[in-house]
């Protein structure tokens, strides 16, 4: 309970905003460069590595929300706590010494875009009707095709592209990190996780 | 101040100025009604009831307008993966190999409908309701303020990273940076895009929490509003109800569907 009392301390606080701003922008420009990735949880990952995994939670969940309460992309809201389990085992992971060599780093971030696609199915299912409204869409039709329900299609539509998205942002934090100053770095309550 | 990162319309309207946690449970209402609502046109309808308070705060067109938006890449979707490719079901129309069939059609409808009532009682809300106000009445509420400012500093500080994304994104490309092309060139730009967004606004956080720990940010006990929310008996009375009615659409939904056909 005190861990996490330290985790959120004021530079956590103003590092969350930051890192909410970052998800959005980057999920804009990785949108803009068209690639089949969202690129939308940098800042949760960062969050979830320098504060802990309740940080990190904290900012996976309230980015979707903020992202779908402005209004500017509505269907995320439903995602939020898909967001904030991603920050979450960011943060374990990071605890378990897994973001100082980078095949970890990889291999953490397929296994929680494999989380990720187990939980986002059933939302995509019940509440989309199986959609995502984007052109991984197709691979839905193709299993809906040969005879496979909605929840099931979903999932293999979040597994196709879930962890390798996860392990890319999961990569780039770990590139960002070891560019920041360390003197920065030492100011945030977990950076032991990296160094 | 810059404009925060949201859809609200400024307008002078009664229903701008009900107290915000009365068009929150307002929208709450709307959103579990959206969701419960029985048969293949059930959310539309929730949708449609939207409108009365809409117009009233003269935000109808853009609900619509941003609404559509929202919905129309999961209708387009919908109708194509799940028309044409519902396993089995009954054809109704063939298109060379493809054919629509009826069951995948009415499922397409009425996901298509709930997600349309449940993107306009967010709508209506965020149309109408300034995010610091909100934001403030939850505080007022009891909601901590280390989250409450989380929230409001994200809305504030958003459109300034939007902006400096579109600056990065010019200046790379004005020395030759290639994002368009292969995807593989487009991956390779991808970092030199991301790197100087987020090296350049980490390196700031530190400087923004001094200054907040130096004007007692971290202190506890009340603080003072500059501005005052203005409520009612009434309109607490309205939130009540409205939230009693949320329950009761739900355990309605529920009865017919243990009792129902």
Known sequence: ?195 | MTTPFSLYLDRETGLHRLHPLTKLALALFYLVAGIAAPGVWGSYTVFLLLLPPALWGRIARPLLVAAGKAVLPFAVSLFLVQGFFWPGGTPILTLGPFSLKEEGLVFAIRSTGRILALVGSFLLLTLSTRPDRLMQALGERGTPQALTYILLTTLQIVPRFQEKARTILDAQRSRGLETEGNPWQRVRALLPLIQPLILGSIVDIEERAIALEVRAFGRSGPKTNLVALADSRGQQLARWLLLFGAVAVVGARLFLAVTGP
């Open chain 1, 1 to 195: 309970m005190n861990r996490i009392k330290e985790d959120f301390n004021t530079l956590t606080l103003v590092m969350i905003p930051v890192a909410i701003a970052i998800n959005i922008a980057i999920g804009q420009i990785v949108y803009a460069l068209k690639l089949p990735l969202y690129l939308d949880s940098i800042g949760t990952v960062l969050v979830g590595v320098l504060a802990g995994p309740w940080a990190g939670a904290l900012t996976g969940l309230l980015s979707n929300l903020v992202w779908g309460v402005s209004g500017l992309n509505v269907a995320y809201t439903w995602y939020a706590p898909v967001a904030a389990v991603i920050g979450l085992l960011a943060g374990f992971f990071a605890q378990w010494g897994w973001f100082k060599t980078w095949w970890k780093v990889i291999l953490g971030g397929l296994l929680t875009g494999l989380v990720a696609a187990i939980l986002s199915a059933p939302i995509t299912a019940y509440v989309y009707g199986g959609v995502t409204g984007s052109g991984t869409d197709v691979i839905v039709a193709v299993f809906r095709n040969i005879g496979l329900g909605i929840l099931p299609s979903s999932f293999v539509q979040g597994v196709s592209s879930d962890p390798l998205d996860k392990a890319v942002s999961f990569l780039i934090v770990y590139l960002i990190i070891r560019g920041l100053p360390y003197r920065f770095v030492d100011r945030f309550p977990r950076s032991e996780a990296v160094s």
